[in-house]
């Protein structure tokens, strides 16, 4: 018998053992080729805290810790007492950063970002050119959720406007609300189930600073595999 053959042979005899479902992983034990494996039984999502950073109790603090993350994380975060900041705030980014062009999805709070910058704006719901989305300048979306403890955005495809809107344009403009910043990311799923139910979206994705690799000699670099800078500001 070959090596080739006793390695397809292991395979076969795997795959005569039934996988448990995920989070079903019991202390029970299996036997491959006459050796027992035991399964470690899974933690309880309950206590998943008990291995996170700790995470101060009041939104101050909570706020505090976003901006902490953020500053590592070359996010910029910007705290508006009001909608009526809003022209001031993005009236400033957009001539920092020379917008021309902004892409966006309908809501109550992109309409009034929409608004305030007062640009030529592609809105992405019911379909759209992604070579003329390819030519924004900023993409401006809602979030689902802020994530205090490591300065993580929660965007699904329903709060993000699909799944092109955040990624493409260069520049990532979210607008949150002060509710839904919350201390880590089990309470983050936990107002996902609130709001969605058992009716999830396509997409949820987990936006932890802009994009970049260290891949290549271990230099940052950003604006890697999606948008170069990401600026959040919380209403």
Same mark, same amino acid.
């Given at each position: 018998m070959t090596e080739r053959d006793k390695i397809l042979g292991r395979i076969r005899e795997a795959l005569t053992i039934s996988a448990p479902p995920p989070g079903e992983h019991g202390p029970e034990t299996h036997h491959l080729a006459g050796h027992p494996i035991q399964? #470690?039984?899974r933690?309880?999502?309950t206590n998943a805290r008990e291995w996170l950073p700790k995470v101060?109790?009041?939104f101050e603090d909570q706020v505090a810790q976003f901006r902490a993350c953020s500053d590592d994380l070359k996010t910029e975060f910007i705290v508006a007492e009001s909608l009526a900041d809003l022209p001031k705030i993005l009236g400033d980014l957009r001539d920092r950063e020379r917008w021309?062009?902004?892409?966006a999805h309908r809501s109550d709070l992109t309409d009034a970002a929409v608004q305030a910058l007062g640009l030529p704006t592609l809105t992405v719901d019911g379909g759209y050119d992604v070579r003329a989305l390819e030519r924004c300048d900023v993409g401006i979306t809602?979030?689902? #959720?802020?994530v205090a403890q490591t300065g993580t955005l929660v965007v699904t495809s329903r709060s993000s406007g699909?799944?092109?809107l955040s990624v493409l344009p260069p520049h990532h403009l979210v607008i949150a609300r002060r509710d839904q910043l919350v201390a880590d990311l089990p309470a983050a799923f936990e107002l996902i189930q609130q709001r969605y139910g058992a009716d999830y979206p396509s997409m949820i994705s987990l936006?932890?600073?802009p994009s970049r690799t260290g891949d290549i000699e271990r230099i940052l670099v950003l604006g890697a595999h999606g948008p170069k800078k990401l600026t959040v500001v919380m209403i």
């Open positions: 399964f #470690a039984p933690p309880a999502a101060g109790e009041t021309k062009q902004a892409a809602t979030c689902d #959720a802020l699909g799944r092109a936006v932890t600073g």
